[in-house]
């Protein structure tokens, strides 16, 4: 289930109900209205649905999950914009595909795909990835072209295209504003065995985000930053920098950037956001994801904006009898059914391939033992979370504040105007000892003053000690799934080596591939004197072959899968031959040298008392190095020689040779 991340709405009388408008925050922005969106407590204010029609949901694509479809890109005659914030992998809408024949005159042989990454200008495009494997990937060599398009203002439209796509795409397609990649691949069966893939890329988001710390604008993943950003943009809430309170604003950005200490032994900042929204999930929706990534607040109070990020808050006052209008009433402890002492949480991790991973659990023994015995879990999701240590503080944190129990309903007097929710009082009255307190809720009272609810809450709730309350990761069970559209090539390849000077067929083996999916295989031959491939019309399903030649012949052979995909190939070439091949008589033999190609393993030598090849016989010892000695001969012995080179897959080459020499 999702982190519960509430809007806590208070107004007079009947205005509570008053809707979020299409303005900046419509009919709350009156005097004695204040709102906020929390990352705790019970949602109260309904998510505003998308203004678009209603479309359905890709499979296994929803939008609410922590990373769900993010790395998916897709086709859709209606769908929704995405922002992407800070840095991640990112898919998106496929807005133009086409094909055209390719420089080999093969029809359809080039793909191209257009796919929007943002709705907005990123600060960078970086590595893309063909399904799960980088376009990079040396297999994709000369097969791939990948265009990135940032999102200017002013950018143009991409000249390949034009050039291209036979008018489909013209100068007028400029994507003012979009960022994204214009992809072509030249589509084989070896590099795409199942057709064109899946487009996605790493993005560095939205780079006009303004820090009013410095009063620069660029690339920032600082939560409290980006939540200002959107609060501002035209497709967001639409507010004016005077509409956000500029002091709160930097507080929160301060504390997003402190550095804290992790289990690695490095420092990481507080708190980050990386990952992307839909604009279809509407405003309340993403404004929760982004106050989640920073365990904070947004209120609005008096027609302005309060940007809150979670951390250690020294009180604004504090509250006692002197700011009672009547009696308080203090609840000492939560409902059992809002009680829990562990947490789960899923988020989005980088070395995942940036898909949805449960963090490490946690689980407090002492509170165990408080209930009895009993582990009551809450789960939790980060969608634009990647540090598995900024989950697990916020997930401490949120545990430290669900056990701190005690909740008072304060009648303040108007002494408590001065107030909003999120700020952090003491609250000091007699009998009952000095305690720090959150406001979480406040609302004007029809007989003059201020009805506060206060939440216990500590500084220690935001203690850390990585060594102790950071937990190893561990490493998730890899699930393997079944594809059908890709297929391992065998192994091994193996060619008989003839024993003979001439022979008239080479027969050849491969390791079969194990496979459930596969159908046979495809063998194709090509003698030294044939320029193309010649294809083998003998059963594909056997491991074993024996080819007509009388020459030397390379081999490839590769899987075929029933779906139709094809591996690569497995080659068991023609290896060189040796060259500045040499003889010298020697006591008793001849030396023979010569350079060998570093393919070659061994090889078959062939020797005549003539010049004549029919009358040579292969020596039995077959040297893997030169220079040589054949020994055993006597004195003034004359002999001639001819050499093979042998490949490690036991394929020959040509005979190289004669070269003669006497024996002394």
Not at 152 to 178: P, S
Not at 222 to 245: E, R
Not at 411 to 417: D, E, G, R, Y
Not at 456 to 485: F, M, Q
Request: net charge neutral; glycine share 10%; aromatic share 8%.
């Amino acid at each position: 289930m999702p982190v519960a991340i509430p809007i806590i709405a208070v107004a007079v009388g009947a205005v509570a109900s008053a809707a979020v408008g299409g303005g900046i925050i419509g009919a709350l922005v009156g005097a004695g209205t204040a709102f906020a969106i929390t990352s705790v407590g019970n949602s109260v204010f309904p998510t505003r649905p998308p203004s678009a029609p209603v479309i359905p949901a890709r499979a296994g694509d929803d939008a609410t999950a922590p990373g769900a479809g993010r790395t998916q890109s897709f086709r859709q005659p209606l769908t929704e914009h995405q922002i992407v914030f800070g840095r991640c992998k990112v898919g998106g809408p496929i807005v133009f595909i086409h094909s055209a024949t390719d420089d080999q005159g093969r029809a359809d042989g080039y793909f191209y795909a257009v796919v929007v990454l943002a709705a907005h200008r990123v600060q960078s495009i970086g590595d893309v990835w063909l399904g799960d494997t980088l376009a990079t990937d040396a297999k994709y060599n000369g097969l791939v072209r990948i265009d990135r398009h940032l999102g200017a203002a002013d950018q143009v439209a991409n000249a390949n295209l034009i050039a291209e796509t036979a008018g489909k795409w013209t100068a007028n397609h400029r994507g003012r504003g979009r960022a994204y990649v214009a992809v072509r691949l030249k589509i084989t069966a070896q590099a795409f065995p199942s057709g064109p893939p899946n487009i996605a890329a790493l993005v560095q988001g939205a780079n006009s985000i303004l820090d009013p710390r410095t009063n620069t604008t660029g690339w920032s993943d600082n939560p409290a930053l980006c939540l200002a950003w959107y609060l501002t943009a035209p497709f967001g809430w639409k507010a004016t920098w005077d509409d956000i309170d500029i002091p709160a604003l930097i507080a929160a950005a301060n504390i997003c950037d402190e550095l804290i200490g992790t289990r690695a032994g490095v420092y990481e900042k507080r708190y980050t956001v990386n990952g992307r929204v839909s604009l279809g999930e509407g405003k309340i929706a993403i404004t929760r994801k982004l106050v989640a990534a920073m365990a904070g607040a947004m209120v609005v109070s008096g027609g302005r904006f309060f940007v809150h990020a979670g951390g250690p808050a020294l009180p604004v006052t504090t509250l006692n009898a002197n700011a009672l209008r009547r009696d308080v009433t203090i609840q000492g402890s939560r409902p059992r059914r809002d009680l829990f002492n562990g947490v789960r949480a899923v988020y989005v991790d980088p070395a995942k391939n940036w898909q949805p991973t449960d963090a490490p659990p946690l689980l407090a023994a002492n509170y165990v033992a408080e209930d009895g015995g009993e582990a009551i879990y809450r789960s939790m999701e980060f969608p634009l979370t990647t540090s598995v240590a900024t989950v697990q503080r916020i997930m401490k944190a949120e545990l430290e504040r669900n056990r701190r129990q005690r909740e008072v309903a304060f009648p303040a007097n108007l002494s408590a105007l001065r107030l909003r929710p999120w700020d952090s009082v003491t609250l000091a009255l007699d009998r009952l000892g000095p305690f720090p307190a959150r406001v979480t809720g406040w609302r004007l009272a029809p007989d003059g003053g201020v009805d506060l609810t206060l939440a216990e809450e500590d500084p220690a709730i935001w203690n850390w000690d990585p060594a102790v309350d950071e937990r190893a990761t561990g490493d998730s069970p890899s699930v393997v799934l079944p594809n059908p559209g890709v297929i391992a090539a065998p192994a091994t390849i193996n060619v008989e080596t003839p024993a003979g000077r001439a022979f008239t067929a080479l027969s050849l083996s491969w390791a079969a591939v194990g496979s459930a999916y596969l159908s046979g295989y495809e063998l194709e031959f090509r003698p030294a004197s044939v320029a193309a491939w010649q294809g083998y019309g003998g059963a594909l399903s056997a491991t074993a072959a024996s080819i007509a030649t009388s020459e030397p012949t390379a081999f490839r052979l590769r899987a075929v899968a029933r779906s139709g995909a094809v591996s690569g190939w497995q080659e068991a070439a023609i290896p060189g031959g040796v060259t500045a091949l040499a003889a010298l008589g020697i006591a008793g033999g001849v030396r023979l040298s010569g350079i060998l190609p570093p393919e070659v393993v061994r090889l078959q030598v062939f020797e005549a008392s003539s010049a004549n090849l029919s009358q040579a016989v292969k020596l039995a010892s077959e040297p893997t190095a030169l220079p040589w000695d054949r020994t055993g001969l006597s004195v003034a012995d004359a002999r001639w020689y001819w050499l093979r080179s042998v490949s490690a897959e036991g394929n020959v080459s040509a005979l190289i040779g004669p070269v003669t020499a006497t024996a002394i």
